[in-house]
């Protein structure tokens, strides 16, 4: 079963007094990188939801974001507290502006109460005491929800991307057939080329050493050979598809098939000398490559 590094997941939740608001997303990565954010007055809370997540998945650009408001108060948890010791202050200044205007005759508008609160200090938002406690326990609770709605997304995006594998995979087991067609073909032209090449030289020199000349074209012949790069691409289409059927976290391992799976298609263009070997490796590199973007999504 393939699973997916994209997900996205949002989920609300109630409990010990306060309402809150998930949202998840996830993306590929090389590794499980983890960005949080969610309320630092709860203690403890962002350890312990890392401990969870990272229990949960093993790959990926993870951001996860929680918002949490107490019932009744709205979004937050700010509450509104007297500053006396400010207030105090506040008045104080307030008369001995009033005496000074007195002073130099004049006359100023009466302060109401709603004017002194505006005033710096006078009133302190503060966070409303709470059970953290509590709270954390709700919210880690009800994050399971979450992660399965989380994981069936990527589980939903995984099946398509192992279609689309299947069939890069079909398309690059085809053209490995359609090869060893074109090898044998062009073994019975180079053989026929070679002949004649070889024939022409004698013809024209007689103190060339046919012995000689049989051992470089045998060294030619074993150079331009393609039948270990056939042979090696199709293992690698059986251990791909091997690594489509598994449960485990596969990602890496298919990060690193893709590459060998490239560096046979290379070296099969470079041993081409025929037009139709060529394009059949020029083929192959476009699949294989398609297939190497695909398989950066899988876990």
Do not use: Y
């Not at 019932?71 to 007297?82: A, I, K, Q, S, T």
């Not at 995979?169 to 053209?175: E, Y």
């Amino acid at each position: 079963m393939t699973i997916s590094m994209t997900g996205f997941a949002t989920r609300k939740g109630q409990g010990a007094g306060h309402s809150w608001a998930w949202e998840m997303r996830g993306v590929n990565g090389k590794g499980l990188d983890l960005r949080l954010r969610v309320p630092d007055w709860i203690d403890g809370l962002e350890l312990a939801l890392k401990a969870e997540l990272t229990k949960a998945l093993a790959r990926g650009n993870v951001q996860l974001s929680l918002k949490v408001a107490r019932d009744g108060m709205g979004d937050g948890v700010e509450g509104l507290r007297l500053n006396r010791a400010a207030l105090a202050a506040a008045l104080q200044a307030l008369n001995q502006v009033e005496e000074a205007a007195m002073e130099a005759g004049v006359t100023l508008a009466q302060a109401t109460a709603a004017d002194v609160l505006t005033l710096r200090g006078v009133l302190d938002a503060t966070a409303a005491e709470v059970d953290t406690g509590a709270l954390r326990q709700a919210i880690l609770a009800d994050l399971p929800g979450l992660l399965a709605d989380f994981q069936a997304m990527r589980a939903d995006e995984g099946a398509a991307l192992n279609g689309i594998l299947t069939a890069q995979l079909d398309r690059i087991a085809a053209l490995v057939t359609e090869a060893k067609a074109a090898m044998a073909e062009r073994a019975t032209t180079a053989a026929e080329r070679l002949h004649e090449a070889v024939a022409k030289l004698l013809a024209a020199s007689e103190a060339m050493d046919p012995q000689r000349i049989a051992q470089e074209l045998a060294l030619i012949a074993v150079k331009n050979d393609i039948t270990e790069e056939i042979d090696r691409l199709t293992a690698h289409v059986a251990a791909a598809r091997a690594l489509l059927a598994d449960s485990a976290q596969v990602g890496r391992k298919f990060d690193f098939l893709v590459q060998e799976f490239l560096r046979e298609a290379n070296t099969l263009c470079s041993k081409a000398q025929s037009l139709e070997l060529t394009r059949i490796g020029l083929d192959l590199k476009t699949v294989i490559d398609q297939m190497r973007e695909q398989v950066q999504n899988v876990e």
